[in-house]
Protein backbone atom coordinates (compact mmCIF):
# COMPACT_ATOMS: atom_id res chain seq x y z
CA UNK A 1 0.00 0.00 0.00
CA UNK A 2 1.33 3.75 -1.05
CA UNK A 3 0.12 5.69 1.28
CA UNK A 4 0.51 9.53 0.53
CA UNK A 5 2.21 11.82 2.63
CA UNK A 6 -0.70 13.77 3.63
CA UNK A 7 -2.56 10.37 4.79
CA UNK A 8 0.45 9.50 6.78
CA UNK A 9 0.82 12.45 8.66
CA UNK A 10 -3.15 11.92 9.16
CA UNK A 11 -3.22 8.91 10.53
CA UNK A 12 -0.37 8.62 12.27
CA UNK A 13 -1.42 12.00 14.37
CA UNK A 14 -4.57 10.73 15.15
CA UNK A 15 -3.05 7.35 16.95
CA UNK A 16 0.35 9.01 18.13
CA UNK A 17 -1.11 12.07 19.84
CA UNK A 18 -0.30 13.82 22.81
CA UNK A 19 -1.23 10.51 25.14
CA UNK A 20 0.67 8.15 22.81
CA UNK A 21 -2.43 5.74 22.76
CA UNK A 22 -5.35 7.40 24.87
CA UNK A 23 -7.29 4.83 26.67
CA UNK A 24 -10.58 5.54 24.62
CA UNK A 25 -8.97 4.46 21.64
CA UNK A 26 -6.83 1.56 23.64
CA UNK A 27 -9.98 -0.45 24.78
CA UNK A 28 -12.04 0.47 21.01
CA UNK A 29 -10.99 -3.85 20.61
CA UNK A 30 -13.26 -3.88 23.44
CA UNK A 31 -16.41 -2.52 21.51
CA UNK A 32 -15.55 -5.38 18.91
CA UNK A 33 -16.84 -8.33 21.08
CA UNK A 34 -19.60 -6.03 22.05
CA UNK A 35 -20.56 -5.24 18.75
CA UNK A 36 -20.17 -8.25 17.00
CA UNK A 37 -20.76 -10.73 19.60
CA UNK A 38 -19.78 -14.04 17.65
CA UNK A 39 -16.03 -12.92 18.12
CA UNK A 40 -15.82 -13.77 21.52
CA UNK A 41 -15.70 -17.18 20.46
CA UNK A 42 -11.55 -16.42 20.22
CA UNK A 43 -11.76 -15.39 24.00
CA UNK A 44 -13.19 -18.05 25.98
CA UNK A 45 -10.37 -18.34 28.71
CA UNK A 46 -10.82 -14.36 29.42
CA UNK A 47 -13.51 -14.31 32.02
CA UNK A 48 -16.60 -13.17 32.32
CA UNK A 49 -18.06 -11.50 29.14
CA UNK A 50 -21.41 -12.12 29.73
CA UNK A 51 -23.04 -8.59 28.89
CA UNK A 52 -21.36 -4.80 27.90
CA UNK A 53 -20.62 -3.71 31.00
CA UNK A 54 -18.56 -7.16 31.87
CA UNK A 55 -16.62 -6.88 28.44
CA UNK A 56 -15.22 -3.33 28.71
CA UNK A 57 -14.74 -3.68 32.43
CA UNK A 58 -12.83 -7.17 31.73
CA UNK A 59 -9.11 -7.08 33.13
CA UNK A 60 -7.93 -9.64 30.08
CA UNK A 61 -9.80 -7.98 27.28
CA UNK A 62 -8.22 -4.28 28.45
CA UNK A 63 -4.84 -6.40 28.35
CA UNK A 64 -5.31 -7.66 25.06
CA UNK A 65 -7.11 -4.90 23.66
CA UNK A 66 -3.96 -2.90 24.70
CA UNK A 67 -1.76 -5.36 22.81
CA UNK A 68 -3.77 -5.62 19.91
CA UNK A 69 -3.46 -1.34 19.52
CA UNK A 70 -0.05 -1.09 19.84
CA UNK A 71 0.79 -3.44 17.74
CA UNK A 72 -1.66 -1.97 15.30
CA UNK A 73 0.67 1.84 15.75
CA UNK A 74 3.79 -0.46 15.08
CA UNK A 75 2.76 -1.49 12.56
CA UNK A 76 1.72 1.78 11.24
CA UNK A 77 5.34 2.97 11.77
CA UNK A 78 6.02 1.12 8.07
CA UNK A 79 2.99 2.36 6.78
CA UNK A 80 4.72 1.71 2.86
CA UNK A 81 5.27 -2.18 3.44
CA UNK A 82 2.24 -3.38 5.90
CA UNK A 83 2.65 -6.96 4.38
CA UNK A 84 6.14 -7.05 5.33
CA UNK A 85 5.22 -5.81 8.94
CA UNK A 86 2.17 -7.66 9.85
CA UNK A 87 4.14 -10.95 7.69
CA UNK A 88 4.23 -12.66 11.11
CA UNK A 89 1.20 -11.61 12.80
CA UNK A 90 -0.54 -13.17 9.30
CA UNK A 91 1.06 -16.38 9.86
CA UNK A 92 0.30 -16.93 13.67
CA UNK A 93 -3.29 -15.71 13.43
CA UNK A 94 -3.71 -18.35 10.29
CA UNK A 95 -1.68 -20.93 11.52
CA UNK A 96 -2.44 -20.73 15.52
CA UNK A 97 -5.40 -18.38 16.29
CA UNK A 98 -7.37 -19.61 13.07
CA UNK A 99 -9.30 -16.13 12.36
CA UNK A 100 -11.46 -15.81 9.81
CA UNK A 101 -9.61 -12.79 7.87
CA UNK A 102 -13.26 -10.81 8.11
CA UNK A 103 -12.58 -10.39 11.73
CA UNK A 104 -9.68 -7.87 10.71
CA UNK A 105 -12.07 -5.85 8.68
CA UNK A 106 -14.66 -5.96 11.70
CA UNK A 107 -11.75 -4.74 13.91
CA UNK A 108 -11.08 -1.88 11.57
CA UNK A 109 -14.83 -0.51 11.52
CA UNK A 110 -14.45 -0.43 15.29
CA UNK A 111 -11.60 1.22 15.62
CA UNK A 112 -12.45 4.02 13.06
CA UNK A 113 -15.87 4.24 14.83
CA UNK A 114 -14.20 4.68 17.93
CA UNK A 115 -12.08 7.65 16.56
CA UNK A 116 -14.86 9.09 15.36
CA UNK A 117 -16.75 9.00 18.46
CA UNK A 118 -13.72 10.03 20.59
CA UNK A 119 -12.54 12.75 18.02
CA UNK A 120 -16.01 14.00 17.16
CA UNK A 121 -15.95 16.65 14.30
CA UNK A 122 -11.83 16.35 14.31
CA UNK A 123 -12.79 13.42 12.57
CA UNK A 124 -13.28 15.11 9.14
CA UNK A 125 -14.04 13.27 6.02
CA UNK A 126 -10.38 13.25 4.80
CA UNK A 127 -8.89 11.87 7.76
CA UNK A 128 -12.04 9.56 8.08
CA UNK A 129 -10.82 8.12 4.00
CA UNK A 130 -7.09 8.13 5.16
CA UNK A 131 -7.96 5.92 8.26
CA UNK A 132 -10.49 4.13 6.65
CA UNK A 133 -7.64 2.83 3.92
CA UNK A 134 -4.74 2.25 6.70
CA UNK A 135 -6.91 -0.05 8.46
CA UNK A 136 -7.90 -2.11 4.84
CA UNK A 137 -4.19 -2.23 4.31
CA UNK A 138 -3.78 -3.39 8.11
CA UNK A 139 -6.57 -6.11 7.43
CA UNK A 140 -5.31 -6.98 4.12
CA UNK A 141 -1.80 -7.20 5.59
CA UNK A 142 -3.44 -9.33 8.03
CA UNK A 143 -4.86 -11.69 5.88
CA UNK A 144 -1.46 -11.94 3.31
CA UNK A 145 -0.04 -14.94 4.76
CA UNK A 146 -3.25 -17.02 4.94
CA UNK A 147 -3.09 -20.44 3.00
CA UNK B 1 -35.98 -12.02 10.37
CA UNK B 2 -33.73 -10.22 12.47
CA UNK B 3 -34.58 -10.07 15.92
CA UNK B 4 -33.96 -7.40 18.28
CA UNK B 5 -34.17 -6.63 21.90
CA UNK B 6 -36.24 -4.35 23.50
CA UNK B 7 -32.75 -2.94 25.02
CA UNK B 8 -31.53 -2.99 21.06
CA UNK B 9 -34.62 -1.27 20.04
CA UNK B 10 -34.57 1.59 22.78
CA UNK B 11 -31.16 2.09 22.21
CA UNK B 12 -31.91 2.71 18.36
CA UNK B 13 -34.85 4.85 19.17
CA UNK B 14 -33.75 7.21 21.45
CA UNK B 15 -30.52 7.94 19.59
CA UNK B 16 -32.83 8.44 16.41
CA UNK B 17 -35.29 11.42 18.29
CA UNK B 18 -31.82 13.33 18.69
CA UNK B 19 -30.78 13.13 15.15
CA UNK B 20 -30.88 15.74 12.60
CA UNK B 21 -32.07 14.23 9.78
CA UNK B 22 -31.40 17.22 7.25
CA UNK B 23 -27.69 18.03 8.71
CA UNK B 24 -26.58 13.74 9.65
CA UNK B 25 -27.93 13.24 6.09
CA UNK B 26 -26.12 15.39 4.10
CA UNK B 27 -23.00 14.04 6.17
CA UNK B 28 -23.11 10.73 5.70
CA UNK B 29 -23.92 10.47 1.95
CA UNK B 30 -20.94 13.22 1.59
CA UNK B 31 -18.78 11.19 3.32
CA UNK B 32 -19.30 7.72 1.67
CA UNK B 33 -18.72 10.25 -1.56
CA UNK B 34 -15.32 11.22 -0.01
CA UNK B 35 -14.44 8.22 1.53
CA UNK B 36 -15.32 5.31 -0.70
CA UNK B 37 -14.53 7.17 -4.39
CA UNK B 38 -16.65 4.87 -6.65
CA UNK B 39 -19.44 5.73 -5.06
CA UNK B 40 -19.50 9.03 -7.31
CA UNK B 41 -20.44 7.05 -10.17
CA UNK B 42 -23.83 6.98 -9.34
CA UNK B 43 -24.31 11.13 -9.03
CA UNK B 44 -23.19 12.10 -12.25
CA UNK B 45 -25.39 15.23 -12.43
CA UNK B 46 -24.74 16.09 -8.83
CA UNK B 47 -22.64 18.63 -10.19
CA UNK B 48 -18.99 19.72 -8.43
CA UNK B 49 -17.55 16.72 -6.83
CA UNK B 50 -14.03 16.91 -7.18
CA UNK B 51 -12.82 17.71 -4.14
CA UNK B 52 -13.64 17.00 -0.26
CA UNK B 53 -14.80 20.72 0.39
CA UNK B 54 -16.88 20.41 -2.94
CA UNK B 55 -18.78 17.07 -2.05
CA UNK B 56 -19.44 18.42 1.51
CA UNK B 57 -20.51 21.42 0.88
CA UNK B 58 -22.73 20.29 -2.69
CA UNK B 59 -26.52 21.09 -2.19
CA UNK B 60 -27.71 18.37 -4.06
CA UNK B 61 -25.59 15.82 -1.89
CA UNK B 62 -27.03 17.40 1.07
CA UNK B 63 -30.59 16.91 -0.24
CA UNK B 64 -30.34 13.37 -1.20
CA UNK B 65 -28.51 12.41 2.00
CA UNK B 66 -31.90 13.49 3.32
CA UNK B 67 -33.92 11.80 1.53
CA UNK B 68 -31.61 8.67 2.24
CA UNK B 69 -31.41 8.88 5.38
CA UNK B 70 -35.16 9.89 6.01
CA UNK B 71 -36.30 6.30 4.45
CA UNK B 72 -33.48 4.80 7.00
CA UNK B 73 -36.07 6.43 9.42
CA UNK B 74 -38.88 3.85 8.16
CA UNK B 75 -36.33 1.32 9.38
CA UNK B 76 -36.50 2.53 13.23
CA UNK B 77 -40.37 2.29 13.13
CA UNK B 78 -40.40 -0.71 11.45
CA UNK B 79 -37.72 -2.65 12.88
CA UNK B 80 -39.91 -6.23 13.23
CA UNK B 81 -40.31 -5.96 9.49
CA UNK B 82 -37.53 -4.86 7.38
CA UNK B 83 -37.46 -7.22 4.02
CA UNK B 84 -41.22 -5.88 3.42
CA UNK B 85 -40.64 -2.63 4.64
CA UNK B 86 -37.43 -2.31 1.39
CA UNK B 87 -38.55 -4.18 -0.75
CA UNK B 88 -39.58 -1.43 -3.52
CA UNK B 89 -36.69 0.27 -2.47
CA UNK B 90 -34.84 -2.57 -3.37
CA UNK B 91 -36.50 -3.62 -6.45
CA UNK B 92 -35.61 0.07 -7.49
CA UNK B 93 -31.81 -0.12 -6.61
CA UNK B 94 -32.00 -3.41 -8.45
CA UNK B 95 -33.55 -3.16 -11.95
CA UNK B 96 -33.20 0.63 -12.39
CA UNK B 97 -30.18 2.32 -10.48
CA UNK B 98 -28.23 -0.77 -10.75
CA UNK B 99 -26.14 -1.03 -7.28
CA UNK B 100 -24.02 -3.43 -6.09
CA UNK B 101 -25.50 -4.16 -2.48
CA UNK B 102 -22.42 -3.33 -1.09
CA UNK B 103 -22.97 0.15 -1.34
CA UNK B 104 -25.45 -0.40 1.45
CA UNK B 105 -22.85 -1.61 3.72
CA UNK B 106 -20.66 1.29 3.16
CA UNK B 107 -23.41 3.42 3.60
CA UNK B 108 -24.56 2.04 6.92
CA UNK B 109 -20.82 2.04 7.84
CA UNK B 110 -21.10 5.91 7.47
CA UNK B 111 -23.80 6.17 9.37
CA UNK B 112 -22.41 4.70 12.09
CA UNK B 113 -19.21 7.07 11.82
CA UNK B 114 -21.48 10.03 11.76
CA UNK B 115 -23.44 9.07 14.76
CA UNK B 116 -20.54 8.11 16.81
CA UNK B 117 -18.68 11.96 15.98
CA UNK B 118 -22.10 13.50 16.46
CA UNK B 119 -23.16 12.12 20.22
CA UNK B 120 -20.44 11.03 22.37
CA UNK B 121 -22.22 10.54 25.43
CA UNK B 122 -25.17 8.53 23.66
CA UNK B 123 -22.41 6.49 21.76
CA UNK B 124 -21.95 3.74 24.18
CA UNK B 125 -21.01 0.33 22.89
CA UNK B 126 -24.50 -1.28 23.31
CA UNK B 127 -25.67 2.00 21.09
CA UNK B 128 -23.10 1.26 18.94
CA UNK B 129 -23.74 -2.52 18.65
CA UNK B 130 -27.69 -1.69 18.20
CA UNK B 131 -26.68 0.60 15.42
CA UNK B 132 -24.52 -1.89 13.56
CA UNK B 133 -26.79 -4.23 13.79
CA UNK B 134 -30.23 -2.09 12.37
CA UNK B 135 -27.46 -0.72 9.81
CA UNK B 136 -26.28 -4.69 8.48
CA UNK B 137 -29.76 -5.88 8.41
CA UNK B 138 -31.45 -2.67 6.36
CA UNK B 139 -28.14 -2.75 3.63
CA UNK B 140 -29.25 -7.19 3.88
CA UNK B 141 -33.31 -5.95 3.28
CA UNK B 142 -32.29 -3.70 0.29
CA UNK B 143 -30.48 -6.63 -1.35
CA UNK B 144 -32.81 -9.11 -0.48
CA UNK B 145 -35.13 -8.34 -4.00
CA UNK B 146 -32.20 -8.96 -6.07
CA UNK B 147 -31.59 -11.01 -8.76
Known amino acids: ?147 | MVHFTAEEKAAVVSLWAKVNVELVGGEVLGRLLVVYPWTQRFFDNFGNLSSESAIMGNPKVKAHGKKVLTSFGNAVKHMDDLKDTFAELSELHCDKMHVDPENFKLLGNMILIVLATHFSKEFTPQVQAAWQKLTTAVANALAHRYH
Open chain 1, 1 to 147: MDAGQVEKAQSLGLLTGTDSLCPAVLFSPLRLLVVYPWTQRFFQSFGDLSSADAIMGNSKVKAHGKKVLNSFSDGLKNIDDLKGAFAKLSELHCDKLHVDPENFRLLGNVLVCVLAHHFGHEFNPQVQAAFQKVVAGVANALAHKYH
